[in-house]
């Protein structure tokens, strides 16, 4: 199985200032349609999760200007350009190139 | 997009069955493959299985085969069935859109997830 390792773990953030997450992927996720199979997805508390950025990166609808996603070979980060309150949660990355999909460990965001 | 809405019985004893099902509302429920995705406490999420428009299924090689996914398209539902469950299947179980069809939009959307525990 692919295994996606997320750092940092814990990403305790001041409002206002840039957050990185870092999901690495023990192979690559490019599918021979271009596109690289991995997505993130925010799950604030007490709810499930959403989808923020698919295909690496590409924002999802009605997810706000500040998210984006990069890929470098096998490493994909999640860039937050503006940290804000309701941006607190764990996020996490999956990916779908195989058939069995597999999840980074999550990063848990929190307001400093 | 798609609207998921996931039901089933939350507190069962060993041995039981769990049974959730999972109806899909608005966007285009011909055009994915459905999933199930659990997420026991304290743990990392873990995905079940996925089934296809026609019915064929895959299944997480890791896990014992006691999983059942199946798919009604009329009703725009699918399902989850797990036998013989024990305390190590508690958790929370989250029915998810899967793997499209060419041309179809990207990314999962996920229901609002089911606690279920098994305790004696």
């Known amino acids: 199985d692919i295994v996606l390792t997320q750092s940092p773990l814990s990403l305790p953030v001041t409002p206002g200032e840039p957050a990185s997450i870092s999901c690495r992927s023990s192979?690559?996720?490019?599918?021979?349609?271009?596109?690289?199979?991995l997505d993130w997805y925010l799950q604030k508390p007490g709810k499930s999760p959403q989808l923020l950025i698919y295909l690496g990166s590409n924002r999802a609808s009605g997810v706000p200007d500040r998210f984006s996603g990069s890929v470098s070979g096998t490493d994909f980060i999640l860039k937050i350009s503006g940290v804000e309150a309701e941006d607190v949660g764990v996020y996490f990355c999956m990916q779908a190139l195989q058939t069995v999909i597999t999840f980074g460990q999550g990063t848990r965001l929190d307001i400093k | 997009q798609e609207r998921l809405h996931q039901w089933g019985a939350g507190l069962l004893k060993p041995s039981e069955t769990l049974s959730l099902t999972c109806a899909v509302s608005?966007?285009?429920?011909?055009?994915?493959?459905w999933r199930w995705i659990r997420q026991a406490p304290g743990q990392g999420l873990e995905w079940i299985g996925e089934?296809?428009?026609?019915?064929?299924?895959n299944y997480n090689p890791s896990l014992k085969s006691r999983f059942a996914i199946s798919i009604d398209t009329s009703k725009k539902q699918f399902s989850l069935n797990l036998t013989s469950v024990t305390v190590a299947d508690t958790a929370v179980y989250y029915c998810?859109?899967?793997?499209?069809?060419?041309?179809?939009?990207?990314?999962?959307?996920w229901g609002q997830g089911n606690l279920v525990t098994v305790s004696s």
């Open positions: 192979q690559s996720l490019l599918h021979t349609d271009g596109h690289n199979y």
């Open positions: 608005g966007g285009s429920f011909s055009r994915y493959s």
């Open positions: 998810a859109r899967g793997r499209r069809v060419v041309g179809a939009a990207a990314g999962s959307y």
């Open positions: 089934v296809s428009q026609t019915g064929s299924t």
